[in-house]
């Protein structure tokens, strides 16, 4: 399938471009190239993982309006046109549905492991320094603030609540990528989910001694 997985580069690079910076075609790579390294040490369908990981933010519902059904739309037509036989095709847009932190509470019993190892990548890209990079970029994207000591973090958002949004930046971290860690799949993913989380606890520490000025 090395063709198809090249023409699927090719595509996603050409639908991404001009696209926000924490989820264009740099983050896809990111994640591709994590489910990949994670895929090595499971027993798993390759090509599954990859063409998931390539189409998995070809169409964020955060920039549609919410609209779910564009990505597997998009990712179905692209890959019938690439001749993908039809179980392998039902497998991609499987993880593609059930990958977002979002829609966790609504997530399979029994996930398939192309699911984990790519959910575990895209995770994985969520946090530690590229992580706080996208956040901050994403936050200035949307022109949140940074921090309002007077505004708490939400913990107990339902997901409509969650993708309208408009908190600082820092309580995102706290709503989102501190609970990451502990969401992980795989035994690679919780291990190195682990090494970038502590990285952020660091950032924070150094974050608030910096705005605490006496």
């Known amino acids: 399938m090395k063709s198809?997985?090249?023409?699927?580069?090719?595509?996603?690079?050409?639908?991404?471009?001009?696209?926000?910076?924490?989820?264009?075609?740099?983050h896809i790579e990111r994640v591709w190239k994590l489910s990949r390294k994670i895929a090595e040490t499971e027993?798993?369908?390759?090509d599954v993982v990859e063409l998931s990981a390539l189409l998995h933010?070809?169409?964020?519902?955060?920039?549609?309006?919410?609209?779910?059904?564009?990505?597997?739309?998009?990712?179905?037509?692209?890959?019938?046109k690439q001749n993908v036989p039809d179980e392998t095709i039902e497998k991609v847009l499987f993880v593609i549905e059930n990958i977002s932190f979002k829609?966790?509470?609504?997530?399979?019993?029994?996930?398939?492991?192309?699911?984990?190892?790519?959910q575990d990548a895209d995770?994985?890209?969520?946090?530690?320094?590229?992580?706080?990079?996208?956040?901050?970029?994403?936050?200035?994207?949307?022109?949140?603030?940074?921090?309002?000591?007077?505004?708490?973090p939400d913990l107990n958002m339902s997901k409509e609540q969650y993708k309208k949004s408009n908190g600082t930046t820092i309580n995102h971290f706290y709503e989102k990528l501190l609970l990451l860690k502990d969401l992980?799949?795989?035994?690679?993913?919780?291990?190195?989910?682990?090494?970038?989380?502590?990285?952020?606890?660091?950032?924070?520490?150094e974050f608030y001694k910096e705005w605490n000025v006496d």
């Open 184 to 205: 992980m799949n795989t035994e690679h993913g919780k291990k190195m989910a682990q090494e970038r989380h502590d990285y952020m606890l660091n950032f924070l520490d």
């Open 57 to 80: 933010d070809i169409a964020d519902p955060k920039f549609h309006n919410g609209d779910e059904t564009i990505a597997p739309k998009i990712s179905r037509e692209f890959l019938e």
């Open 4 to 26: 198809t997985i090249d023409n699927t580069v090719e595509f996603v690079k050409e639908k991404l471009e001009g696209a926000e910076a924490g989820h264009d075609w740099f």
């Open 123 to 152: 995770r994985i890209d969520a946090i530690g320094a590229i992580g706080i990079a996208r956040t901050f970029n994403f936050g200035g994207f949307k022109n949140n603030p940074m921090y309002d000591p007077n505004v708490q």
């Open 43 to 46: 027993d798993c369908d390759p």
């Open 103 to 118: 829609n966790r509470s609504q997530a399979p019993e029994n996930p398939p492991i192309e699911l984990k190892i790519v």
